[in-house]
């Protein structure tokens, strides 16, 4: 009787696009563990960069019976509507983006094209389709910009100041709108910064946690930018969690998912050289800051104003007590331990390149 009832379960069956990424990995692990039927849109490129991916992509049991991955670009309207056609999957994660705000300024037609129109264009192929899909939205505390150091909410002002912040402000309103005008499951988890080994070796942490383990086996020194500006860092594996939880509401809702504790720049690379145990004089003068090994009078890292941006979000700071009601979401990961998690993992990481 068990095995009659187990039969008839239907095995889920989702899309994630930007599966490549730090949260698309994680995210096709957990929907893997639950038994989905995971389909993820890669972009061609000339060099192999499936590593954060490579455990399922190598693993014989996993890799074209649970978990496929397709071709195709956010920016191209047939591979996007091919993808749905051909899955109908139960659930879409959007997930691809040009993440990167400083490089929002340099390329702001293509992150509009990719974060903005992307959107639309899995929303209008699910709507053309008339799939019964859910579409879960990666937005971002980006979409706040400026504010001031008050906890940000689902009901917030939005006044980003990036081309990336603005794309994706087009994008958590596409996904309003169509979920009002046509009934759509469709919801924006408004996701403050999450890191984790995985993370983007171009972002704030994962430069300082990669640079100092860099300056520990090779006394190498790096630059940084703005050490001043604040953010709401919390760990990725548990926001993706928060993902699927969204989706498997009975309707969908837009959710702010963060810590609702907030670090400076400064702050994260003070607390990751106090794991190393590395004592530093930190010494400024108009043009830069720079940090002193004290034991051997060695650079550690400077300032330099290349990694600034034109528009600067100083602050953010949120506050996920909805999510909690409507979830039961809440992270566990303090700040310390996601430091020093990722301090960890580098350590090793660039001993064992050495
Ligand atoms: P990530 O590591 O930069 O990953 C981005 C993914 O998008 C990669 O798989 C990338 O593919 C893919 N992608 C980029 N442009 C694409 C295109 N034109 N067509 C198809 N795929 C494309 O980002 P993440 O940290 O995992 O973030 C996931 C999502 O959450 C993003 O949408 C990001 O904007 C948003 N978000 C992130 C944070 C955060 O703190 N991490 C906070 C709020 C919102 P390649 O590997 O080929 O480059
Ligand atoms: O910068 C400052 C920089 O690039 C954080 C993305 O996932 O989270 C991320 O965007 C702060 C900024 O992340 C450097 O000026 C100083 O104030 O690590 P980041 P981000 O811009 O907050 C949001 C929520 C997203 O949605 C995005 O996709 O750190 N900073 N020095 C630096 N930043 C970088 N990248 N590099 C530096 O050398």
């Given at each position: 009787?068990?095995?009659?009832?187990?039969?008839?379960?239907?095995?889920?069956?989702?899309?994630?696009?930007?599966?490549?990424?730090?949260?698309?990995?994680?995210?096709?692990?957990?929907?893997?563990?639950?038994?989905?039927?995971?389909?993820?849109?890669?972009?061609?490129?000339?060099?192999?960069?499936?590593?954060?991916?490579?455990?399922?992509?190598?693993?014989?049991?996993?890799?074209?019976?649970?978990?496929?991955?397709?071709?195709?670009?956010?920016?191209?309207?047939?591979?996007?509507?091919?993808?749905?056609?051909?899955?109908?999957?139960?659930?879409?994660?959007?997930?691809?983006?040009?993440?990167?705000?400083?490089?929002?300024?340099?390329?702001?037609?293509?992150?509009?094209?990719?974060?903005?129109?992307?959107?639309?264009?899995?929303?209008?192929?699910?709507?053309?389709?008339?799939?019964?899909?859910?579409?879960?939205?990666?937005?971002?505390?980006?979409?706040?910009?400026?504010?001031?150091?008050?906890?940000?909410?689902?009901?917030?002002?939005?006044?980003?100041?990036?081309?990336?912040?603005?794309?994706?402000?087009?994008?958590?309103?596409?996904?309003?709108?169509?979920?009002?005008?046509?009934?759509?499951?469709?919801?924006?988890?408004?996701?403050?910064?999450?890191?984790?080994?995985?993370r983007g070796e171009t972002f704030?942490?994962r430069k300082?946690?990669k640079g100092?383990?860099?300056?520990?086996?090779?006394?190498?020194?790096?630059?940084?930018?703005?050490?001043?500006?604040?953010?709401?860092?919390?760990?990725?594996?548990?926001?993706?969690?928060?993902?699927?939880?969204?989706?498997?509401?009975?309707?969908?809702?837009?959710?702010?998912?963060?810590?609702?504790?907030?670090?400076?720049?400064?702050?994260?690379?003070?607390?990751?050289?106090?794991?190393?145990?590395?004592?530093?004089?930190?010494?400024?003068?108009?043009?830069?800051?720079?940090?002193?090994?004290?034991?051997?009078?060695?650079?550690?890292?400077?300032?330099?104003?290349?990694?600034?941006?034109?528009?600067?979000?100083?602050?953010?700071?949120?506050?996920?007590?909805?999510?909690?009601?409507?979830?039961?979401?809440?992270?566990?990961?303090?700040?310390?331990?996601?430091?020093?998690?990722?301090?960890?993992?580098d350590?090793?990481?660039?001993?064992?390149?050495?």
């Amino acid at each position: 009787m068990f095995q009659l009832m187990a039969k008839t379960v239907k095995q889920k069956k989702a899309i994630i696009t930007g599966i490549t990424g730090q949260d698309g990995s994680y995210l096709a692990e957990l929907l893997i563990k639950k038994g989905y039927q995971v389909h993820g849109l890669i972009r061609r490129a000339s060099i192999i960069k499936t590593d954060r991916i490579d455990h399922i992509f190598n693993n014989p049991k996993i890799f074209n019976k649970t978990f496929f991955l397709h071709y195709g670009d956010m920016t191209d309207d047939i591979s996007i509507n091919s993808l749905i056609y051909k899955i109908r999957p139960d659930e879409i994660y959007n997930l691809a983006a040009q993440s990167h705000v400083k490089v929002s300024f340099e390329l702001p037609m293509y992150t509009a094209n990719a974060d903005a129109l992307g959107t639309l264009r899995i929303l209008e192929s699910v709507k053309s389709l008339r799939l019964n899909t859910k579409v879960y939205q990666a937005s971002t505390s980006e979409i706040y910009g400026n504010s001031s150091k008050v906890k940000l909410d689902e009901n917030s002002v939005f006044r980003p100041v990036s081309p990336y912040g603005i794309a994706k402000l087009y994008s958590f309103e596409i996904i309003r709108a169509y979920r009002k005008a046509y009934n759509m499951f469709a919801c924006n988890g408004i996701l403050f910064n999450h890191e984790s080994p995985r993370r983007g070796e171009t972002f704030v942490t994962r430069k300082i946690t990669k640079g100092l383990a860099n300056y520990v086996h090779k006394q190498e020194s790096f630059l940084l930018g703005n050490l001043n500006a604040y953010r709401d860092w919390g760990h990725a594996k548990e926001y993706v969690d928060a993902m699927w939880k969204m989706m498997q509401l009975k309707k969908p809702i837009d959710l702010v998912i963060s810590t609702g504790k907030s670090y400076s720049v400064r702050d994260f690379l003070v607390e990751a050289m106090k794991i190393l145990e590395i004592n530093f004089i930190e010494i400024k003068n108009r043009k830069e800051t720079k940090f002193i090994d004290k034991k051997n009078n060695q650079l550690i890292c400077k300032t330099d104003k290349r990694y600034e941006r034109p528009n600067e979000v100083n602050y953010l700071l949120g506050n996920s007590n909805l999510a909690f009601k409507r979830i039961k979401w809440k992270p566990k990961v303090t700040f310390k331990e996601l430091v020093k998690e990722m301090v960890n993992f580098d350590l090793i990481n660039v001993k064992k390149e050495k």
